[in-house]
Every structure is written in structure tokens, then in C-alpha cells.
């Protein structure tokens, strides 16, 4: 036999719970996103982010001990609600971009713009609508490793690019408006000027998140993109190394300067296992990552190993994670881009206001 409603209803919500991250649970909760109907016997979730795997756990931890409380089997009813998410410092957001995570490093040959490609494919697999932007003016990779190198955006209106299709994300960089072997000679001012052009002369979808992949160092570009975007948070990308962990730490340091939020870190080429022996080794060191994140009290988001076939699949134009062939080089990505949706929810508030793109210019 049933209780009242509102004693039911709050029994049951009080049933659910995630030990591995309960304060994610508390405030789904306290945002009202969790409700419980007792005459169709429906528990409904209203996520604000994408998390597959998230929450399969928390049904398969939950369902029982509430179907046994009901005596009754228990309906779940899951809705999606992406919203737009901004650290306290900036209120504002694109009104056809929700969120927009840049991914940078302090240095390059870390295999940040595989990591940046790669994480928005995982997104996107995991349910989101997901655009990117090459930011790297001097050095855009975008066209090579999204394998659209001879496309050219088009025009519907003589005035916006329409973004490039390519793996169910759409993308732009100026890689596409430039022939590959020509040297982009040109001063700061001039290339954050092309990279404002990229951006805002471009007719976006409506997106969840757009994954800007930054050049290397924090110059002219990472200035122009912290003071004249609305950019929701940042990622770093390091080996564990030393040399990279330096200049990691100075990009660290530029975001928290110019008041930029950061979700975290990411350890690239982490472990090298051989395809032939199965011995694994940490080529780079180890835990290099970690210690960065603890150092700067960051969350440390995950590491990613080193293995040929992001390499070859990168120069192929086919990322690794649209090719989900080997789940052991899919799953690091996945779970990944699960960790920093959910971070983002939990960490920032939601923007108080969107303007539009061409109000940037």
C-alpha cells in the first residue's frame, strides 16, 4: 500500500543515492531536476548534461531499492535540458552557444588537438550537439584531423560562413579559407582579428558546447579569447613530463589571471602498452598530472594513454573516437567527456543573460 504523496514522494527521493558522487545527486535535487508521480509510479530525471554511463549506474543502484519500497516496479522517465553555464565572473553567453570549453596547453606537442577533437566526438557520442573551433591561426589542424582538409565553407546569405560537417559535429578554422601550404605571416593583433572573424562570422547551430582547440603558449590568441568571449571554462592539457608540466603551469596561471574558470586537467600519453607483449610503460614518468591538478587545487579529470592508433587514425582524418573500434582507446574519451559535463554543472551557475554572436564584434 501506497503512503501519501508528499510523504511517498519524499521517501523516495530520500532512496536515491550515488556514493561515488552524492553531491551531484543533492543538487540535481535542490534544482528540482528529480520528481517522483505516484500514480504512474514515475521517476523523473531532467539532466542538464549527457552522462551515459552516469546514469546506468544510477538506476541499476537505484531501481531495485525503490521498486521494493513500492512493491511495485518503479518507471523512469529521463529528459534532457542543456543549459547555459557561466563561473561567476561572467554572466553572459552566445545565444546559439550554450557552452563553450576551450582546450589549451602551455606548450605544444602534448597532443592537445587530438585530445580536443576527440573529447568533442565523445560529447557528441554521448548525446550532445557539438561544434568546434580551430583557434590556432598560425597552425590550424582541424581540417586534417576531422578529414575535411578540401572543404570550403559556404555562404546562405553572403554575409556567414556555414560551419563544415564532418563526424556529427560542425566546425570552422581558418584552415579552411587559407591553402594548406601558405604561412599565415602575420603579427598578433592581425591573427586575433582573423580568429574573431572565424567566430563570429560564422552561423553556428544551436550547439550544447563548442570545443575551441587553442594554440600552444598564452599570447595574443588566449587574450583575445578570455576578454572577448564568454567562454564557460577551460581545460589544460599536459603529458607527464616535466618540461610540459612548466609551461602547463604557466597556462594554469594565464586562466586564473584573467579570471577564466578551469574544470581541470588532463594527462595525455599517460601509459604505453605494446600491442605485440602486452608490457606496459610510462614513457613520459608518471603522475605528473595529478600532481599538477593538486598543486592548483584542480580536478584532476583523467588520463589518456599513448598508442599509435590515435596517431594514425588522426592523420587518416578518421578520430579515434568516431571510429569506436577499440573500446580501450574509445572508453579514456567517453568517460572523460562524462566527468567534465557533469563537472560543469556542479561547479558553474547558470548565465544570466545571452547576447548574441554578432555582438562580440
Same mark, same amino acid.
Given at each position: ?48 548534461? =549527457?552522462? $551515459? *554511463?552516469?546514469?546506468?549506474? #544510477?538506476?541499476? +543502484?537505484?531501481?531495485?531499492?525503490? /521498486? %521494493? ?68 591561426? =598560425?597552425? $590550424? *589542424?582541424?581540417?586534417?584531423? #576531422?578529414?575535411? +582538409?578540401?572543404?570550403?565553407?559556404? /555562404? %546562405? ?86 618540461? %610540459? ?117
Amino acid at each position: 500500500m501506497l503512503f501519501k504523496k508528499t510523504s511517498t514522494v519524499d521517501k523516495i527521493i530520500a532512496q536515491l543515492s550515488d556514493a561515488d558522487n552524492d553531491a551531484l545527486l543533492k543538487k540535481l535535487q535542490q534544482d528540482k531536476r528529480i520528481s517522483f508521480d505516484e500514480k504512474s509510479v514515475t521517476l523523473t530525471v531532467n539532466l542538464p548534461f =549527457y552522462a $551515459p *554511463s552516469w546514469l546506468a549506474q #544510477l538506476q541499476q +543502484k537505484n531501481s531495485d531499492k525503490i /521498486t %521494493a519500497l513500492l512493491a511495485q516496479p518503479l518507471n523512469w522517465v529521463i529528459n534532457y535540458d542543456i543549459v547555459a553555464l557561466q563561473s561567476a565572473g561572467s554572466k553572459t553567453a552566445l545565444a546559439n552557444i550554450k557552452n563553450i570549453i576551450v582546450v589549451a596547453s602551455g606548450k605544444g606537442g602534448v597532443g592537445k588537438s587530438t585530445v580536443s577533437v576527440n573529447l568533442a566526438l565523445a560529447l557528441s557520442k554521448n548525446g550532445a550537439k557539438v561544434g568546434m573551433l580551430d583557434a590556432d591561426i =598560425y597552425g $590550424p *589542424s582541424l581540417p586534417t584531423l #576531422l578529414g575535411v +582538409k578540401d572543404a570550403q565553407p559556404s /555562404t %546562405a546569405d553572403g554575409k556567414l560562413m556555414l560551419p563544415i560537417e564532418a563526424h556529427g559535429i560542425v566546425c570552422n578554422s581558418i584552415g579552411f579559407l587559407v591553402a594548406e601550404a601558405d604561412a599565415m605571416i602575420w603579427r598578433g593583433p592581425m591573427a586575433s582579428k582573423a580568429l574573431q572573424q572565424v567566430l563570429n562570422e560564422t552561423a553556428w547551430p544551436a550547439l550544447d558546447y563548442l570545443v575551441v582547440d587553442m594554440p600552444p603558449g598564452t599570447g595574443d590568441i588566449q587574450l583575445t579569447m578570455s576578454q572577448h568571449v564568454p567562454i564557460s571554462s577551460a581545460v589544460i592539457v599536459t603529458t607527464p613530463q616535466d618540461v %610540459a608540466l612548466i609551461d602547463a603551469k604557466k597556462g594554469v596561471t594565464m586562466f586564473n589571471k584573467v579570471d577564466t574558470h578551469i574544470s581541470g586537467i588532463i594527462e595525455n600519453m599517460s601509459l604505453f602498452t605494446c600491442s605485440a607483449c602486452g608490457h606496459s610503460e610510462a614513457i613520459f614518468g608518471t603522475g605528473g598530472g595529478e600532481q599538477l591538478a593538486a598543486q592548483f587545487s584542480l580536478p584532476f579529470l583523467g588520463k589518456l594513454p599513448l598508442h599509435i592508433n590515435y596517431r594514425q587514425d588522426s592523420d587518416q582524418g578518421v578520430p579515434t573516437v568516431s571510429k569506436c573500434e577499440q573500446n580501450t582507446l574509445v572508453e579514456p574519451y567517453l568517460a572523460l567527456a562524462e566527468t567534465l559535463a557533469i563537472n560543469l554543472y556542479k561547479d558553474l551557475q547558470p548565465a544570466s543573460q545571452q547576447i548574441n554572436i554578432t555582438e562580440l564584434k
